[in-house]
């Protein structure tokens, strides 16, 4: 596996292991969907347009589901 794959893996379990799942559970489906693709990919413009938000809504939801952002 390359570096760069193996980090991302490492990340995205990161995403997983942070996240408050009870909260993400609880919002509606366009929110959730949005969340499970920041935890999944951690593109939060992308993961932003999904939800309908701007990315400073999308971060303050993210902070909510206390999934971090890791770079």
């Not at 942070?18 to 909260?23: N, Q």
């Not at 929110?31 to 309908?52: C, N, P, S, T, W």
């Not at 999308?58 to 999934?67: P, S």
């Amino acid at each position: 596996m390359r570096e760069w794959e193996r980090e991302d893996e490492e990340f995205r379990e990161l995403r997983r292991r942070s996240a408050d799942w009870k909260f993400i559970e609880e919002q509606p489906p366009h929110i959730r969907a949005a969340l499970l693709y920041f935890i999944e990919k951690g593109d939060r413009y992308v993961a932003a347009r999904i939800a309908g938000l701007t990315v400073d809504e999308f971060d303050e939801l993210r902070r909510r589901a206390n999934i971090p952002v890791v770079v």
